[in-house]
T-cell receptor, first 113, second 112 residues
Framework: EDQVTQSPEALRLQEGESSSLNCSYTVSGLRGLFWYRQDPGKGPEFLFTLYSAGEEKEKERLKATLTKKESFLHITAPKPEDSATYLCAVQHHYGGATNKLIFGTGTLLAVQP | DGGITQSPKYLFRKEGQNVTLSCEQNLNHDAMYWYRQDPGQGLRLIYYSQIVNDFQKGDIAEGYSVSREKKESFPLTVTSAQKNPTAFYLC???????????FGPGTRLTVL
């Protein structure tokens, strides 16, 4: 069964304290892995798509990496405005008509000043 | 500004009533999706549409209905048959040939 597991469920950091969020997945043929940021009461905001093991993408203080079994979202010197829930989702390689995404439950990040 | 709009932001419904959630996009995207988000669970797919006048059930379609009469619009009706409709509903769209889905701001539905 296809599954996406994110850890930890919640993470509290001090401003400037770097850390990583984990997304482990089991899927029958990965087409792509997606990271989104979601603020309370709002829709998810797209961050990154990763397609192959070894791929890395960066945006400001965020860097996403991908292996054959998991992805990491590294947050370098976070600021309070990075506080949000970070969602991971995977897409099958068979590329059915849906381009269906399978989502994890997210990691709630709180960055304290 | 291009984007996805959902209305209303908050919706309250009495048991036994049908309600319709609006989703409009001006991104010229072909595919549109409806998801449901509950605390402690990942987003779950309700319905999706690849083109006008065509739509398919997702994983949790029971108690919901949709239409796709225009490319820009994909309204979702939550019927009285939906047993537990209180949730945060998210609409998304995707350009043909691309993989990334972009989300609207969401509608929070509460059943009183």
């Amino acid at each position: 069964e296809d599954q996406v597991t994110q850890s930890p469920e919640a993470l509290r950091l001090q401003e400037g304290e770097s850390s990583s969020l984990n997304c482990s997945y089991t899927v029958s043929g990965l087409r792509g892995l997606f990271w989104y940021r979601q603020d309370p009461g709002k829709g998810p905001e797209f961050l990154f798509t990763l397609y192959s093991a070894g791929e890395e993408k960066e945006k400001e203080r965020l860097k996403a990496t991908l292996t054959k079994k998991e992805s990491f979202l590294h947050i370098t010197a976070p600021k309070p405005e990075d506080s949000a829930t970070y969602l991971c989702a995977v897409q099958h390689h068979y590329g059915g008509a849906t381009n269906k995404l399978i989502f994890g439950t997210g990691t709630l990040l709180a960055v304290q000043p | 500004d291009g984007g996805i709009t959902q209305s209303p932001k908050y919706l309250f419904r009495k048991e036994g009533q049908n309600v319709t959630l609006s989703c409009e996009q001006n991104l010229n995207h072909d595919a549109m999706y409806w998801y449901r988000q509950d605390p402690g669970q990942g987003l779950r797919l309700i319905y999706y549409s690849q083109i006008v006048n065509d739509f398919q059930k997702g994983d949790i379609a029971e108690g919901y209905s949709v239409s796709r009469e225009k490319k820009e619009s994909f309204p979702l009706t939550v019927t009285s048959a939906q047993k537990n409709p209180t949730a945060f509903y998210l609409c998304a769209s995707r350009s043909d040939g691309a993989d990334t889905q972009y989300f609207g701001p969401g509608t929070r539905l509460t059943v009183l």
